[in-house]
C-alpha cells in the first residue's frame, strides 16, 4: 500500500492534464504513483460510454483520445456512473480504490465511491467533498499518492504561478 502522502492538482482543460503527465513521464517519475479522475458526461450530450474491439478499449465522447491515451501509460482504467456524481473516467492507481468494497473505510455519514477512494489514499474526510463538487463542476484531478520525497518532486515538477497544487502528508 502507497504511503498516504498526496499532491492533487485540479484541471480545467484535457490537454492541461496530458501535458502534465508528459511532464511527469520526461522527468522519469513513477507513473504508478498517478491517477486521473474527471466527469466523462458529456457537454455536448453525445452517447458516453466504453467498449472493447479487437482487445483495444475505446471510450466514446469528445474526450476519447484523451482518456484512451491516459489508459495506454497509466495502469487502470475505469469508467463508472456514480449516482452522486454521473458518469466518472478514471486511469492510474485509484482505480482498484474505486471498486473495493467500502464496508471496511472508516469515514463517517454518507459517501460515494469516489469519497472512499480519496479518503482510503489519505485525503482528509474534510477536503473530499470539495474534490467531489469540483468534479461534478467539470475539473479533472490529477493525484500523486506517493512516499514523501516523490510527492515532493512532483509538486516541484507540476506546480506554478498558473497551476496550484495542494499537498496532503502522512
Known amino acids: 500500500m502507497p504511503e498516504k502522502n498526496i499532491c492533487i492538482l485540479l484541471y480545467t482543460i484535457y490537454e492541461d492534464v496530458w501535458q502534465a503527465v508528459k511532464k511527469l513521464q520526461a522527468q522519469n517519475f513513477n507513473l504508478t504513483a ?5 466527469n466523462a458526461n ?10 472493447t474491439n479487437d482487445g483495444n478499449k475505446h471510450f466514446q465522447g469528445t474526450q ?15 469508467f463508472f456512473v456514480i449516482p452522486e456524481l454521473g458518469a466518472l473516467s478514471a ?17 463517517h455519514g454518507r459517501f460515494s465511491a469516489l469519497a472512499a477512494a480519496l479518503f482510503s489514499m489519505g485525503i ?7 474534490y467531489e463538487a469540483e468534479i461534478k463542476a467539470g475539473k479533472i484531478l490529477l493525484i500523486v499518492n506517493d512516499k514523501r520525497s516523490e510527492v515532493e518532486r512532483s509538486c516541484e515538477i507540476l506546480h ?11
Do not use: M
Open 160 to 170: 506554478s504561478e498558473r497551476q496550484q497544487a495542494t499537498v496532503h502528508l502522512a
Open 42 to 51: 458529456d457537454k455536448e450530450e453525445q452517447v458516453v460510454g466504453v467498449y
Open 124 to 130: 482528509p474526510a474534510n477536503s473530499i467533498r470539495q
Open 34 to 38: 498517478v491517477s486521473v479522475v474527471g
Open 64 to 78: 476519447a483520445a484523451f482518456w484512451e491515451d491516459l489508459w495506454k501509460i497509466l495502469d487502470g482504467e475505469l
Open 91 to 107: 486511469a492510474g492507481s485509484i482505480v482498484p480504490l474505486l471498486v473495493k468494497d467500502k464496508d471496511d473505510i472508516d469515514i
